[in-house]
């Protein structure tokens, strides 16, 4: 314990008395630096890669057979999600960059020469605004500044609402958010461009569109992204309605292109500057949700495509029962006459046949089972809209043998009797 003016401070032996003259740990000050990733986007990807490396670990598990279908299943299905989770959340669908010199922030006299990024997402707009080197000197080197700015401003409040003019409580999240930077003293371009999209009136309404815009845009990507995993489910239970989801999905997320496209704005947002106007074009967001909307309809139309004419070969490549939509019909020698020659079987192959039966194969072994079941195959195929239907005809077979001791002979008026020679044996 010591004495040090009129304070006593009282030191702790042992954990902190190393090289210090403090008796407690180190104190740092804050260090506050510039967001130069999107949390969200790379936290998508991180999961999406966590799973895709967990199924390569267990893909050795696997017949040798079906790796490569099942690898290409997995991979081609985490794709589709991931992308249209990260068009959903993606924040580049417009954006612009420029550098120029412009006026930093008040009460600091001079320009700096700085690169200015704008991005534009569904939910938000993200300005960006840096120098190179980031340390800049002002009233004559009695200032420095670090000039590495990264501000997002939200309009997606709840229920996506504008909200009255101006900047009060009732007023949107985005006006609020911008009302927030000018009392914290943000950089004056981050508010001129953030102003921008304050304006609604007379014609000049940027913020209330690409709002819009981006409020239905995000519906038809959720409702891309629960169809297709709702394909994804289909594709292991009827491969015809899982091509129809991905059909959907793909329609989905084009038409999500053309809502953006068409509501975002009738007027051309341009911010001009010192040595430049910041004008916009699509970004990658844009073109990933484009890309993946003709992905998945071509996917769907492949799907559907090869269900009607090789529809075995893609069973076995989506490693599903051929026969499990087959639907079996029994049919005696009545049911045969009556349906006749017009009875519409499309052909399908024969499982023990090599080459594909014709459909005037199958009426004609039904007309030949007749007059010599013995000639019709055990099964025959039809189609029926969707489903494939198995009709299985009636052949004659000899009766089951009956023990000899249990045989009744005694009995003239029995309608059968197990006699080899009259049961065709």
Same mark, same amino acid.
């Given at each position: 314990?010591?004495?040090?003016?009129?304070?006593?401070?009282?030191?702790?032996?042992?954990?902190?008395?190393?090289?210090?003259?403090?008796?407690?740990?180190?104190?740092?000050?804050?260090?506050?630096?510039?967001?130069?990733?999107?949390?969200?986007?790379?936290?998508?990807?991180?999961?999406?890669?966590?799973?895709?490396?967990?199924?390569?670990?267990?893909?050795?598990?696997?017949?040798?057979?079906?790796?490569?279908?099942?690898?290409?299943?997995?991979?081609?299905?985490?794709?589709?999600?991931?992308?249209?989770?990260?068009?959903?959340?993606? $924040?580049?669908?417009?954006?612009?960059?420029?550098?120029?010199?412009?006026?930093?922030?008040?009460?600091?006299? #001079?320009?700096?020469? &700085? =690169?200015?990024?704008?991005?534009?997402?569904?939910?938000?707009?993200?300005?960006?605004?840096?120098?190179?080197?980031?340390?800049?000197?002002?009233?004559? #080197?009695?200032?420095?500044?670090?000039?590495?700015?990264?501000?997002?401003?939200?309009?997606?409040?709840?229920?996506?609402?504008?909200?009255? =003019?101006?900047?009060?409580?009732?007023?949107?999240?985005?006006?609020?958010?911008?009302?927030?930077? $000018?009392?914290?003293?943000?950089?004056?371009?981050?508010?001129?461009?953030?102003?921008?999209?304050?304006?609604?009136?007379?014609?000049?309404?940027?913020?209330?569109?690409?709002?819009?815009?981006?409020?239905?845009?995000?519906?038809?990507?959720?409702?891309?992204?629960?169809?297709?995993?709702?394909?994804?489910?289909?594709?292991?239970?009827?491969?015809?309605?899982?091509?129809?989801?991905?059909?959907?999905?793909?329609?989905?997320?084009?038409?999500?292109?053309?809502?953006?496209?068409?509501?975002?704005?009738?007027?051309?947002?341009?911010?001009?500057?010192?040595?430049?106007?910041?004008?916009?074009?699509?970004?990658?967001?844009?073109?990933?949700?484009?890309?993946?909307?003709?992905?998945?309809?071509?996917?769907?139309?492949?799907?559907?495509?090869?269900?009607?004419? &090789?529809?075995?070969?893609?069973?076995?490549?989506?490693?599903?029962?051929?026969? $499990?939509?087959?639907?079996?019909?029994?049919?005696?020698?009545?049911?045969?006459?009556?349906?006749?020659?017009?009875?519409?079987?499309?052909?399908?192959?024969?499982?023990?046949?090599?080459?594909?039966?014709?459909?005037?194969?199958?009426?004609?072994?039904?007309?030949?089972?007749?007059?010599?079941?013995?000639?019709?195959?055990?099964?025959?195929?039809?189609?029926?809209?969707?489903?494939?239907?198995?009709?299985?005809?009636?052949?004659?077979?000899?009766?089951?043998?009956?023990?000899?001791?249990?045989?009744?002979?005694?009995?003239?008026?029995?309608?059968?009797?197990?006699?080899?020679?009259? =049961?065709?044996?």
């Amino acid at each position: 314990m010591a004495n040090e003016g009129d304070f006593w401070i009282y030191r702790a032996k042992g954990l902190y008395d190393g090289w210090r003259h403090v008796p407690f740990s180190t104190q740092y000050p804050e260090l506050k630096t510039a967001v130069t990733k999107d949390v969200l986007e790379w936290g998508l990807v991180y999961v999406v890669l966590i799973l895709v490396v967990s199924f390569v670990f267990v893909l050795p598990g696997f017949r040798k057979s079906e790796r490569i279908t099942t690898s290409i299943r997995i991979f081609v299905g985490l794709f589709v999600v991931a992308t249209i989770l990260l068009s959903n959340f993606g $924040q580049e669908w417009e954006v612009s960059r420029l550098t120029t010199k412009t006026p930093y922030r008040a009460g600091l006299k #001079g320009e700096i020469k &700085a =690169s200015i990024a704008v991005k534009i997402g569904l939910r938000s707009v993200n300005i960006t605004l840096k120098t190179d080197p980031t340390v800049v000197k002002f009233e004559h #080197g009695r200032v420095n500044e670090t000039v590495d700015y990264n501000e997002r401003l939200s309009w997606d409040n709840e229920g996506w609402t504008v909200g009255r =003019s101006g900047f009060g409580p009732n007023a949107g999240r985005f006006n609020q958010e911008f009302r927030e930077h $000018q009392r914290k003293g943000s950089p004056y371009p981050i508010l001129w461009i953030a102003e921008y999209f304050t304006f609604d009136g007379e014609g000049i309404r940027w913020g209330r569109h690409y709002l819009q815009a981006g409020y239905f845009t995000h519906v038809m990507l959720w409702t891309a992204f629960s169809s297709w995993i709702l394909a994804l489910v289909l594709f292991n239970m009827v491969l015809r309605y899982g091509g129809y989801a991905s059909l959907v999905t793909g329609l989905c997320l084009i038409v999500g292109n053309i809502i953006y496209a068409t509501l975002r704005n009738p007027n051309q947002l341009i911010i001009p500057f010192e040595d430049g106007s910041l004008e916009f074009h699509w970004g990658w967001s844009f073109w990933l949700c484009l890309a993946t909307g003709i992905f998945c309809f071509l996917i769907g139309l492949f799907v559907l495509i090869l269900d009607e004419f &090789a529809g075995d070969k893609l069973a076995d490549f989506f490693g599903i029962d051929f026969a $499990q939509d087959l639907e079996e019909i029994y049919l005696d020698s009545d049911d045969i006459a009556k349906m006749g020659k017009s009875a519409a079987i499309p052909s399908l192959p024969h499982p023990d046949s090599p080459e594909p039966q014709s459909s005037s194969y199958n009426v004609e072994m039904m007309e030949r089972s007749l007059s010599n079941p013995s000639a019709v195959p055990e099964r025959a195929y039809r189609k029926k809209s969707v489903f494939r239907t198995k009709v299985i005809t009636p052949r004659s077979r000899a009766p089951p043998p009956v023990p000899q001791s249990q045989r009744k002979t005694t009995n003239d008026d029995d309608d059968y009797e197990n006699n080899p020679a009259t =049961s065709g044996h």
